[in-house]
């Protein structure tokens, strides 16, 4: 979920309006007084990660605990400095065209598999064509596409050869696109263009992700993966750059309720957390501040309705009262509370780009609450004749909190009749997808670069991430129109109108845009919060305690 380039409107606001309310020190400052420590003997870092992930296959991989784990085990062409900035990674350099469609990549000689195999351009190749196949059962597929004919060998229209991907020798690799991409840096070091060690996958099929069996190419190599448990990584000494990395163990926890992290945070168990409840963020504020920090975070929490199916199927006026009837100032002030931002349109502030919004957004809540009552009415419920829906949601405190007080939120203005359903993360993935069980579900998404297109597209009619079944003719030709679209203004205006279109025809409530929020131990050093919030472990060491 790569790029870093200029940081959002938003993200000097929160800062400002975080270290106001934390009084934490900036993450430069930190660093500094860490570095004049010594280091710990022991350099192992235990950190919460959430979920469990269902596959460690960077082609097949899905939501941010697995590609936490994968940033690690995994390097692309390019990879990221601690602030985010795109810096090289497996490529030591690269050249564009003048017209921006072709980038040729000098891999690093010294670059190896972690079984000490050369890693070759060749491997890109393979990786690129083996992420785009349909038997590989990619759903993120859409994050290629700005490769030329990425979009028909998806499709199966086209040979994977056709895919604009060539090795020109072992350490030069040609990347041809179909129109000017000016994010495509930062799309590099997505998991979808992570390389993959051929042997391995032909050796052992579906298995190559186990311990023993995956071979990477990053700093960190797998050495345990206990289900429901934790995932053990140790440093991979063939990785070009081992000299310089300084922890030699990661340990991530699969904990999927956040009051139970915090509480082995508390027990020294984990050295940071993935994340906090809710209803803790008072007493931590209190007793914890010098180990909170809360940062920008490019994403969108919302909830999507199911279009394939009634009630949403076909009834505009029945999302728009349900989209106005949630207070999202009460939600982000007493039931989040970490400075989430209210969210009435689908990106996040990104530099450059006007927002689009829902009608009603420019409204005070009560009329908001009476227009979604007419609306409701219009689509044919009333207090005699309720709606009776489902909130679907994987298992997780702080989901469950928004989604009784959203459920409450329509039972008071609307009458609504709502059941709340969770499941397992992996579970609720699959749920969501089929699209034969949801009516209302939970969702988040995080940009995967710093970009609006690393939102639009996930509403393309095509996309494999698009769970509500939203297609529209016009907005899918507007997403087509910007890919080919040189100017940048003209193409964030194109992007603009497509987002318009979105939020007119509401396949989904745009709820809040999200903040990290996580406790970290004081010996953690070479951390610093980024708008993508990606972190990799190679740049953090532990100070002696």
């Known amino acids: 979920m790569p790029i870093a380039a200029p940081v959002s409107r938003c993200a000097c ?9 934390c009084g934490a020190k ?40 697995s590609s936490n784990i994968m940033r690690d085990l995994f390097e692309g062409l390019t990879s990221e400095a601690p602030n985010g900035d795109i810096i090289p990674g497996a490529a030591s350099s690269w050249t564009i065209s003048d017209d921006g469609l072709t980038y040729t990549f000098t891999l690093r000689p010294e670059a190896r598999w972690s079984n000490g195999d050369p890693l070759t351009a060749h491997d890109f190749v393979y990786g690129l064509r083996r992420s785009l196949d349909p038997a590989t059962l990619s ?4 994050i290629l596409a700005p490769i030329l004919n990425a979009a028909a060998v998806s499709q199966a229209k086209m040979p994977p050869e056709a895919l ?11 990347l041809e696109l179909s129109g000017p991409t000016p994010y495509f840096l930062g799309l590099l070091n997505h998991a979808t263009s992570y390389p993959v060690h051929r042997p391995s996958v032909e050796a052992h099929g579906n298995q190559h992700t186990r311990p023993g069996n995956l071979v990477s190419n990053g700093a960190y190599q797998l050495a345990e993966w206990v289900v429901q448990s934790h995932i053990k990584l140790v440093r991979n000494p063939q990785y070009w750059d081992n000299a310089d990395t300084t922890i030699e163990e990661v340990w991530y926890y699969a904990i999927e309720e956040e009051s139970t992290e915090l509480r082995r945070y508390r027990a020294s168990e984990l050295d940071y957390t993935y994340t906090l409840p809710y209803k803790q963020l008072p ?11 809360i940062a920008p975070y490019l994403g969108s929490y919302y909830y999507g309705f199911n279009l394939t199916r009634p009630p949403f199927k076909d009834n505009l006026p029945l999302r728009r009262a349900l989209a106005l009837a949630i207070d999202r100032e009460i939600l982000t002030q007493r039931v989040t509370g970490a400075g989430e931002i209210p969210a009435y349109g689908w990106v996040p502030p990104v530099t450059g780009y006007q927002g689009q919004a829902i009608i009603g957004a420019d409204w005070d809540q009560p009329r908001r609450n009476a227009a979604a009552l007419e609306f409701y009415q219009q689509a044919g419920y009333s207090q005699d004749n309720p709606l009776q829906v489902q909130i679907l ?29 969770n499941q397992e993360w992996k579970v609720f993935l699959d749920t969501r997808v089929r699209k034969v069980e949801t009516e209302v579900f939970r969702a988040g998404w995080i940009g995967d670069y710093n970009d609006p297109h690393a939102f639009s597209v996930l509403m393309h009619s095509e996309s494999g991430r698009n769970d509500s079944g939203y297609a529209n003719p016009e907005y899918d030709r507007l997403l087509a129109q910007a890919a080919q679209e040189g100017d940048l203004k003209a193409r964030g205006r194109l992007l603009e109108q497509a987002e318009g279109i979105l939020m007119a025809d509401l396949p989904i409530i745009p709820i809040y845009f999200y903040v990290t929020k996580r406790v970290m131990k004081p010996w953690v050093g070479g951390f610093e919060d980024n708008i993508m919030d990606h972190h990799y472990h190679k740049d953090m060491f532990i100070l002696a305690h």
């Open 26 to 65: 900036e993450p430069a400052e930190v660093d500094a007084a860490q570095q004049t420590q010594r280091l710990a003997a022991e350099q192992i870092i235990r950190v919460g990660n959430s979920s469990e992930p269902q596959t460690l296959d960077p082609h097949r991989a899905e939501g941010v605990p």
């Open 393 to 421: 949601y994987n298992t997780n405190d702080n989901h469950r909190s928004i989604a009784v007080a959203i459920a409450a939120m329509w039972k008071q203005v609307l009458g609504v009749e709502t059941s709340l359903i």
């Open 164 to 174: 604009g991907a060539r090795a020109l020798d072992d350490l030069t690799l040609e």
């Open 139 to 142: 759903n993120y597929t859409f």
């Open 283 to 293: 007493w931590i504020r209190e007793n914890l501040p010098d180990e909170l920090r």
């Open 13 to 21: 606001a929160i800062v400002l309006l975080v270290l106001a309310a």
